[in-house]
């Protein structure tokens, strides 16, 4: 299992809509509207890189109303 945090940036107007989307992705465990550089975090996780990358970039990254994401791929330590 691989996970990561996106940070998401939504175009003005959009967040309500882009969080109901992204919530509605399979793969996203949680998603949460945050103040600050950004406007929505959100935990995926996939059973390989490849699927991790599709939800990000496929998924999230497409999805209109979003502007800009930034990815935070976990590592083990």
Do not use: H, N
Not at 33 to 45: K, L, P, S
Not at 48 to 59: M, N, V
Request: hydrophobic share 45%; net charge negative; with cysteine.
């Amino acid at each position: 299992m691989v996970s990561a945090y996106v940070l998401v940036s939504t175009e003005p107007g959009e967040i309500a809509e882009v969080l109901q989307g992204i919530r509605g992705i399979g793969g996203v465990k949680e998603a949460e509207c945050v103040t600050g550089a950004y406007d929505i975090v959100a935990r995926v996780e996939a059973g390989s890189p490849e699927k991790l990358t599709r939800a990000i970039f496929g998924d999230i990254r497409s999805m209109s109303g979003v502007a800009a994401t930034t990815a935070l791929i976990v590592t083990e330590l």
